[in-house]
């Protein structure tokens, strides 16, 4: 058994038939919601931190689009200047590297136990690494609603995971810096970065939606569940954080200011 194993593929098989045996019928498949929810609600900190780095780094872009301007043609010093700026703001642009990265590891590890330990030829291996206080199943079923989540499920769950992937996507593009510089002021640099992020929320949920096609489908139940309590997250923070920059703020005396002007 190799330490990969051992940290990350044996406790989530571990917790998974935990919560499979609480549940009505040892369903996997619900056990598989719990998991989500239980996942979502342990990243909720460090989300809702990535989601104020990122409406941090939104308000900063017009000095960020200042400085751009300044140091155009000098990249050292355009490099140095925004560090120095997001030192001064005690702010990251890879704030959302470690919730993104627990995220990729906790998918590859479901989809080993997706792939292998659903798979009722596989039941003896799979019991074998059950920890001595975890219950063993007799019996257990991964079906829901009549899809076998064990099995590849290559035309509806795609689909719809790449839906809601597209609106998380769309959803997140809205804390996403914005240049206020018309587009015929923008650099060859500049514009080639905008079409790339603009094609990607194409592009991306459709290949993601392609790449699952081939595996089982419990994995592409988790990701669209996942996927659809981070929209409602997200939703609930743009309802009480705003959810782009504003083009003028009041001052405490009554007088309207432009962001431009505040973040000076």
């Given at each position: 058994m190799n330490i990969l194993t051992i940290i990350f593929y044996q406790p989530l098989v571990n917790v998974l038939f935990l919560l499979a045996y609480f549940v009505p019928g040892h369903?996997?498949?619900?056990?598989?919601?719990?998991?989500?929810?239980l996942i979502r609600l342990a990243l909720l900190p460090s989300s809702l931190k990535t989601l104020e780095h990122q409406r941090r780094i939104q308000l900063l872009q017009p000095k960020i689009d200042e400085i751009k301007k300044k140091h155009a043609e000098d990249k050292n010093a355009l490099n140095k200047a925004t560090i120095e700026l997001y030192n001064a703001e005690k702010v990251s642009p890879f704030a959302s590297c470690l919730p993104l990265f627990v995220q990729l590891v906790i998918l590859i590890a479901l989809n080993s136990v997706m792939r292998h330990g659903l798979d009722p030829a596989k039941l003896t291996e799979t019991l074998a690494l059950l920890y001595s206080f975890v219950p063993q199943l007799s019996s257990y079923h991964a079906s829901f609603f009549g899809y076998d989540l064990a099995k590849p499920e290559p035309i509806v769950l795609p689909i719809l995971v790449g839906l809601i992937s597209y609106i998380q996507v769309k959803q997140s593009m809205k804390l996403?810096?914005?240049?206020?510089?018309?587009?015929?002021?923008?650099?060859n640099e500049e514009r080639i970065t905008k079409s790339m992020t603009k094609n990607m929320q194409y592009l991306f949920?459709?290949?993601?939606?392609?790449?699952?096609?081939?595996?089982?489908?419990?994995?592409?139940?988790?990701?669209?569940?996942?996927?659809?309590?981070t929209i409602a997250q997200q939703a609930w923070y743009f309802k009480y954080k705003g959810e782009t920059l504003p083009k003028s703020v009041k001052t405490k005396s009554g007088v309207e200011v432009s962001v431009r002007q505040v973040i000076k």
């Amino acid at each position: 058994m190799n330490i990969l194993t051992i940290i990350f593929y044996q406790p989530l098989v571990n917790v998974l038939f935990l919560l499979a045996y609480f549940v009505p019928g040892h369903s996997l498949s619900w056990a598989i919601v719990v998991l989500t929810v239980l996942i979502r609600l342990a990243l909720l900190p460090s989300s809702l931190k990535t989601l104020e780095h990122q409406r941090r780094i939104q308000l900063l872009q017009p000095k960020i689009d200042e400085i751009k301007k300044k140091h155009a043609e000098d990249k050292n010093a355009l490099n140095k200047a925004t560090i120095e700026l997001y030192n001064a703001e005690k702010v990251s642009p890879f704030a959302s590297c470690l919730p993104l990265f627990v995220q990729l590891v906790i998918l590859i590890a479901l989809n080993s136990v997706m792939r292998h330990g659903l798979d009722p030829a596989k039941l003896t291996e799979t019991l074998a690494l059950l920890y001595s206080f975890v219950p063993q199943l007799s019996s257990y079923h991964a079906s829901f609603f009549g899809y076998d989540l064990a099995k590849p499920e290559p035309i509806v769950l795609p689909i719809l995971v790449g839906l809601i992937s597209y609106i998380q996507v769309k959803q997140s593009m809205k804390l996403q810096p914005q240049s206020n510089k018309p587009d015929s002021e923008l650099s060859n640099e500049e514009r080639i970065t905008k079409s790339m992020t603009k094609n990607m929320q194409y592009l991306f949920p459709v290949i993601f939606a392609i790449s699952l096609r081939q595996q089982p489908a419990a994995l592409a139940f988790y990701w669209g569940l996942s996927g659809l309590l981070t929209i409602a997250q997200q939703a609930w923070y743009f309802k009480y954080k705003g959810e782009t920059l504003p083009k003028s703020v009041k001052t405490k005396s009554g007088v309207e200011v432009s962001v431009r002007q505040v973040i000076k």
